[in-house]
T-cell receptor
Framework: GQSLEQPSEVTAVEGAIVQINCTYQTSGFYGLSWYQQHDGGAPTFLSYNGLDGLEETGRFSSFLSRSDSYGYLLLQELQMKDSASYFCAVKFRDDKIIFGKGTRLHILP | DTAVSQTPKYLVTQMGNDKSIKCEQNLGHDTMYWYKQDSKKFLKIMFSYNNKELIINETVPNRFSPKSPDKAHLNLHINSLELGDSAVYFC?????????????FGPGTRLLVL
């Protein structure tokens, strides 16, 4: 079936770089999106990859490789406020949308 | 200005009751969605509406019925509430541009069924 797999938790140190992977068992989607969600908050859009390659938005970058069936979100110069859950998501040509189960990012001082 | 708003923010009710959650977006988007996020934080799409027409129905129980009076509003009505309906419900909207999918989420409605 169609699914997006993410690690459930990742821990990193403030100021460091962390990569959150998203592998998928699906095809026929437009692109891969990333969302951030703080505890008690709503998901907010971070980045989108419609084509293979790297997209950079400030401290956040996202990458997609359709041939390898995976993408990742890269967070640089980690700050304590980056502690949150991160979700990858895809939308298919029939307008169906699926989200990964999310990765909880813990940042240590 | 709030882009996507939902009311109420919290909803506590008894099993068997009927309740509604309202959603409004002022972004001029064509598509609106309802998501359910369970206690494990799994986000699952329930419905989406495009120009007032249902385009996805993710086989949710028919106790859930979306209603869209116009392009800016998508309400969710739930009949005969069950304990398992307790979750956070998010409304979202999007405007596809060159198939780019960016969704804007409302603040969520935390539903607790007792």
């Amino acid at each position: 079936g169609q699914s997006l797999e993410q690690p459930s938790e990742v821990t990193a140190v403030e100021g460091a770089i962390v990569q959150i992977n998203c592998t998928y068992q699906t095809s026929g989607f437009y692109g891969l999106s990333w969302y951030q969600q703080h505890d008690g908050g709503a998901p907010t859009f971070l980045s989108y990859n419609g084509l293979d390659g790297l997209e950079e938005t400030g401290r956040f970058s996202s990458f997609l490789s359709r041939s390898d069936s995976y993408g990742y979100l890269l967070l640089q110069e980690l700050q304590m406020k980056d502690s949150a859950s991160y979700f990858c998501a895809v939308k298919f040509r029939d307008d169906k949308i699926i989200f990964g189960k999310g990765t909880r990012l813990h940042i240590l001082p | 200005d709030t882009a996507v708003s939902q009311t109420p923010k919290y909803l506590v009710t008894q099993m068997g009751n009927d309740k509604s959650i309202k959603c409004e977006q002022n972004l001029g988007h064509d598509t609106m969605y309802w998501y359910k996020q369970d206690s494990k934080k799994f986000l699952k799409i329930m419905f989406s509406y495009n120009n007032k027409e249902l385009i996805i129905n993710e086989t949710v129980p028919n106790r859930f019925s979306p209603k869209s009076p116009d392009k800016a509003h998508l309400n969710l009505h739930i009949n005969s509430l069950e304990l398992g309906d307790s979750a956070v419900y998010f409304c979202a909207s999007s405007q596809d541009e060159w198939r780019r999918e960016t969704q804007y989420f409302g603040p969520g409605t935390r539903l607790l069924v007792l």
